[in-house]
């Protein structure tokens, strides 16, 4: 993945809530293209970041939440839900044309999806992990987030949402995805 973010905070919740900025200004970027075509690259991009984020948090986060959180079962379920949502919409835009309005209008209701979540992270998920961690542990979560990302998978796989099946699948699905991407760049 290209680096996308210049000089990435070393705290978990400040690493995420950055990405979330990134996230929502990749979104504008595709879709105020001026050319159709152009929006290919950053869309590539974008969901790119979109299935590394949520791959990294449904593996490091998350579970972290559900074992130090009260109540973070039920937070986590929700997040979860949010997430294989939105992994569909990415899924299904990744076979649409990128000039047509359906591209457009189905990246919109994609958009205020991943933004709702988002704001649904920062304000029920990230306080109470900031509550629960102390600095060290919030700058080691960040490691293992950036590990994780550094291995998840380039593309959504709706139905991986758990840590446990990111970890038994994420690996081979990261292999096949990032293989994908380099035939694809290859002869594009």
Known sequence: MPEMIIESPDEVVAFLKAQHNLIEDMFDQVLHATDPRAREKPFAQLRQLLAVHETAEEMVVHPRVRREVAAGDAIVDTLLDEEHSAKELLSSLENLDVTSQQFIDELIRLRDAVLA????????????????????????????????????????????????????????????????????????
């Not at 590990?147 to 699948?169: D, W």
């Open 117 to 188: 979540h988002a704001e649904h992270e920062e304000r029920e998920e990230f306080p109470k992990l900031q509550r629960k961690l102390d600095a060290d542990e919030r700058k080691r979560l960040a490691g293992a987030v950036r590990a994780a990302e550094a291995i998840a998978p380039t593309h959504p796989h709706p139905g991986v949402e758990s840590a446990k099946l990111n970890f038994a699948v994420g690996p081979f699905a990261s292999m096949l995805d990032r293989a994908r991407d380099l035939i694809g760049r290859a002869t594009a």
